[in-house]
């Protein structure tokens, strides 16, 4: 078990084990004579010692335990079942300390005012005060919670060092231990980290996936998804043209996240955005408040394909026009020839005829 940080609660941290010890060290259970009828006035029932104690107005309260709502006066549609849940919950306001469900010993104790809360586990959402519309399921549940609000935490010790903290989902384990007072974070299966309006999964990183997966992306709307290509999603389908001429107005840029996005300082490589957007704003996103967000880079992708094929058209349509160029050529190249062998042809019967016509060649004698 992990070592919990001190319980922030106004009730001395002692009251807990002091519940526990007066079980321990309290009376066998015998059976109970006569047997509980549950027909209290306001539609109460208490069953234990000092259930309910100190009901004055409330209704419609179930306490079932040692000290179960012990201090609730006019808090209404409460259940407590377990030694020393809701043990605490009182308020002077009969709209607070209401809706509470408390399902384990000490679960809730602390809880003052808060409302519309469940805990189900041995001291889930012990340290509670006035946090509400949080639900604790698990063993140590939420248990350091004070005044955060809409947290839910399933799971042994999930979201256990949790304090102002609201809006936070746990699932698993341990899971969200990390968070403290962040808000908006989502934890499955990991611990997670004290960073608001994130979210971490665990056992996904560094695994491998088979063939024929694909690609997931999250929306403005934090939806996560994969993009659908089939024919039949679309409409007013259309050849890309010129449309990706504007690829060669961006800028390729070398840059690094700042340290608190990214603690090792990998080099990056891509856009930015606000560049981007001044080239063609439809190959950006914005964030929920409007603000650049980042490039839509399987877009750009898609029309480097296209500047692509076009260069490749271009190139095929010049090697189509070189290739003729050397047809041509050869054929002029191979007429050049004929007439050349048919010139020389020619010289050479000339030259035949010339020798043939050659008078014989005369001696003359010398009388000396």
């Not at 006019?74 to 607070?96: H, K, Q, W």
């Not at 010993?105 to 509400?132: E, H, K, R, Y």
């Not at 997931?216 to 679309?234: H, W």
């Amino acid at each position: 078990m992990k070592s919990a940080i001190q319980l922030k609660t106004v009730i001395p941290s002692f009251l807990v084990g002091l519940t526990l010890l007066c079980l321990a060290t309290g009376p066998k259970a015998q059976a109970v004579s006569p047997p509980p009828d549950g027909g209290y006035v306001g539609g109460n029932t208490a069953e234990g010692q000092t259930a309910l104690f100190s009901l004055t107005s409330g209704g419609y309260n179930t306490a079932v335990g040692f000290f179960s709502l012990r201090s609730n006066t006019i808090g209404s549609f409460n259940t407590a079942t377990g030694a020393g849940a809701l043990f605490l919950n009182a308020s002077e306001n009969p709209n607070t300390a209401k809706e509470n469900t408390a399902t384990g010993a000490v679960a809730l104790l602390s809880n003052t005012t808060g409302f519309d809360n469940t805990a189900t586990g041995f001291q889930a959402l012990v340290s509670n005060t006035t946090g509400d519309h949080n639900m604790a399921d698990g063993y140590e549940a939420l248990l350091n919670n004070t005044t955060g609000f809409a947290n839910t935490a399933s799971g042994e010790e999930a979201l256990l060092n949790n304090t102002i903290g609201s809006f936070n989902t746990a699932l698993g384990s341990s899971a969200g231990d990390s968070v403290t007072t962040a808000t908006h974070v989502i934890a499955i299966g990991t611990t997670g980290a004290n960073v608001s309006h994130s979210c971490y999964i665990g056992s996904i990183a560094g695994q491998t996936v088979g063939a024929g997966g694909s690609t997931c992306y999250v929306d403005n709307d934090g939806k996560l998804g994969v993009f659908l290509s089939a024919r039949r999603f679309k409409t007013d389908i259309a050849d890309m043209a010129a449309a990706s001429d504007v690829l060669l107005a961006l800028r390729p840029v070398t840059f690094h996240y700042k340290p608190e996005l990214d603690k090792l300082g990998i080099p990056q490589f891509g856009l930015v955005a606000e560049e981007v957007a001044k080239v063609n704003p439809d190959l950006v996103t914005h964030d929920a408040k409007g603000d650049l967000y980042t490039v839509r880079y399987e877009a750009v992708n898609a029309m480097l394909l296209n500047e692509f094929l076009k260069e490749h058209r271009t190139v095929q349509e010049l090697k189509s026009t070189v290739q003729k160029q050397q047809n041509d050529f050869q054929s002029k190249l191979a007429e050049q020839q004929g007439q050349i062998e048919a010139l020389t042809m020619g010289l050479q019967k000339v030259s035949a005829q010339v020798e043939m016509s050659d008078p014989a060649p005369q001696t003359v004698l010398n009388s000396d």
